[in-house]
């Protein structure tokens, strides 16, 4: 398994594949592996992502119009594979892969070298047959913990999590926010004692001063519509704009076991 976190806080990357192009896409990723990202969230576009604020919503819209789906995502992490030992995450609603089929869709990411999934509409305790599927094939299903869960589903998530948990550091939709949510803190205290995986943090995280603040209590941080964002704004020069960012943030982060 390549999910592992070399900095502190690692920093885990999600872009929505396809936006606006698949090879772009790649380069992106790429880009990001080489400024600093443990892992890649690869995001499957999908036509009623309600989990997502406009940023992602749009890039999705745009994604969909180029034609991408599951099995191109797929393809896309196999390429990327071919390149780089950083953790691949396919990270979709759950629509996608049922209409794939679950177990061809765990032996296919098996076989594309992908890591694992998140899948964020799937509560833990309704992925019976999902986590039967990802075992068999040797893949990290990652859960999604929130600041209104109970601790008998922090406890299930802590369990049947592989690779890292993520928790979300607010409830609501995805999108940049000016302040880390003071729940963040505490779920992430609440998660400690249900699990020894590290635990990143994501929903809202766009700034080094947010990336650094996350560091002081959580393993790593999740960005993602901030770099949706300056996908969007830098048509032609998409991988530069990520890679300019993310390097500024991997450059606040520690060696690994160390706190800022």
Do not use: W
């Amino acid at each position: 398994m390549a999910i592992r976190f070399r900095k502190h806080p690692g920093l885990v990357a999600y872009l929505t594949c396809g936006d606006p192009d698949l090879d772009t896409s790649r380069e992106v990723a790429l880009a990001a592996i080489h400024a600093g990202a443990d892992v890649i969230e690869l995001g499957v576009p999908f036509s009623d992502p309600v989990a997502d604020g406009p940023v992602i919503q749009r890039a999705s819209e745009r994604a969909l119009k180029q034609g991408t789906n599951l099995s191109s995502v797929l393809a896309m992490a196999a390429q990327l594979r071919e390149q780089s030992n950083a953790g691949l995450i396919i990270f979709s609603y759950l629509n996608p892969v049922l209409q794939f089929g679950l177990e061809r869709f765990c032996a296919a990411a098996a076989k594309a070298g992908v890591d694992g999934a998140l899948l964020t509409d799937l509560p833990v305790e309704e992925a019976d047959e999902y986590l039967t599927g990802m075992k068999a094939h040797k893949l990290a299903p990652v859960f999604l913990a929130a600041p209104t869960s109970t601790e008998q589903r922090l406890r299930a998530v802590g369990k049947h999590s592989r690779g890292f948990v993520y928790a979300i550091s607010r409830t609501g939709i995805t999108g940049t926010r000016e302040e880390l949510a003071g729940d963040a803190r505490s779920l992430v205290e609440r998660l400690r004692a249900h699990t020894k995986l590290p635990v990143a943090v994501g929903f809202g995280i766009s700034t080094s001063g947010q990336f650094a603040q996350v560091g002081t209590f959580a393993d790593a941080a999740v960005i993602g519509s901030a770099l949706v964002q300056r996908i969007e704004q830098n048509p032609g020069h998409e991988a530069a704009a990520v890679s300019e960012f993310l390097s500024s943030l991997a450059g606040t982060a520690l060696p690994a076991g160390t706190r800022g």
